[in-house]
């Protein structure tokens, strides 16, 4: 069993910026894809960004141009760069990680951004 731990969530103002960190770890794993997820109040989740393990990351439209995404495989670490907030982008942001062989899904317990106008 894999667990994710998020921290960096926090509150600024429009414009400001935040470092969401999720660390995984666990006994004898090797994770393949990774991502962030968002859910705001009354949405769906939905995805921020994502990376496999060795390939470029890949943002959605709403992350383009504002946010980093970046992976550490030794350390099992991902981390969300996040520049030019606005208060569309409040939301828990979730770490979501798959095992290497594809089968299972891991989540962390989320961290809250807010972002006040």
């Known amino acids: 069993q894999v667990q994710l731990v998020e921290s960096g969530g926090g509150q600024v103002q429009s414009g400001g910026s935040l470092r969401l960190s999720c660390v995984a770890s666990g006994r004898d794993f090797r994770l393949g894809t990774m991502a962030w997820y968002r859910q705001a109040p009354g949405k769906q989740r939905e995805l921020v960004a994502s990376?496999?393990?060795?390939?470029?990351?890949n943002y959605t439209n709403a992350a383009k141009g504002r946010f980093t995404l970046s992976r550490d495989n030794a350390k099992d670490t991902l981390v969300l760069e996040m520049n030019s907030l606005e208060p569309e982008d409040t939301a828990v942001y979730f770490c979501?990680?798959?095992?290497?062989?594809?089968?299972?899904?891991?989540w962390g317990q989320g961290t809250q951004v807010t972002v006040s106008s």
């Open positions: 979501n990680a798959n095992p290497w062989t594809g089968i299972g899904d891991y």
């Open positions: 990376t496999t393990r060795d390939g470029p990351p």
